[in-house]
């Protein structure tokens, strides 16, 4: 895994670094990033550490930002609870806590829980909450079940229509993705699905305005 750990003193987080490290996981850690959310957000990783050496308001911040982008954000702390930000709280989940003191096992099943957990709650959530027809949630499940990822016109058919990609069934299918955006956009969520012209469909997070 990819893990950026956020922090306002490096040197600390040396010891958790090494454990990473000796997990097998990339972590990169930065200082700078703390006050630089836009270069942060060009970064492509998994899941996020806050340390608790970041204050609480810029802890908000970085969550309410990745949260557009489905990473979820844990905390380096050595208490027994972390206070609960608005987006935790929303989504009913017990923040996950890395600690200096956990073995390396416990840590890695952390970082799996990390980078995992969001997006999976996110999409079953918008799909118990989404009235959709068989063909719409065929579509859904494919292209939010495989986040980023790209799927041709022709593949999407074929999922639906034995016949595959007909002029006819494109056409059904570009209503299909409409109509899909259309019900997401009368939730709380911001997936969305998105059209690359000429390749296909994928789904992804929409940007806050």
Known sequence: MELLLLTENILVEEKLQSAFQQLGHEIFVSKSLVNDMEKANELKF???IISNTVSKGYS???INKFFQRGIRVGFKSEE???SLTTKETRLKEEPIIFRE????????G????LCETLQHKIFYET????KLSRNEEK????????????FSRHEVCELIWREGNLSSNLSQLSSIVKRINRKISNTNNNLVIKTVWGKGYYCDFEDEK
């Open 46 to 48: 998994d899941g996020c």
């Open 60 to 62: 908000e911040i970085i």
């Open 80 to 82: 027994t609870e972390h």
């Open 101 to 108: 003191g956990d073995s390396l096992e416990v840590l890695n």
């Open 110 to 113: 952390k970082v799996e829980c």
């Open 127 to 130: 799909k118990n909450n989404l």
């Open 139 to 150: 579509v859904f499940t494919l292209l939010s079940s495989n986040m980023k990822t790209i």
